[in-house]
């Protein structure tokens, strides 16, 4: 499943790295949301392709992001 983050409309209130610590975490240098470097595609922290197995999480992150900003194709 493919992963999409609008990082620069994120206001880093932590939800999508507490529900889904698998996927997401915190950007070190900015305080931004973005895919762990595992599921990144090409480097690109707001780009990723999680495995079917974590869907679930993916998709409640997705859903409690108060800004809509985590897409999951």
Known sequence: MKVTIDR???TMCALCWETCPDVFEENQDDGFSQIVEEYQENGE???GEVPDSLSDCVNEAAEECPVDIIHVD
């Open 8 to 10: 620069d409309e994120c």
């Open 45 to 47: 922290p707001d780009k």
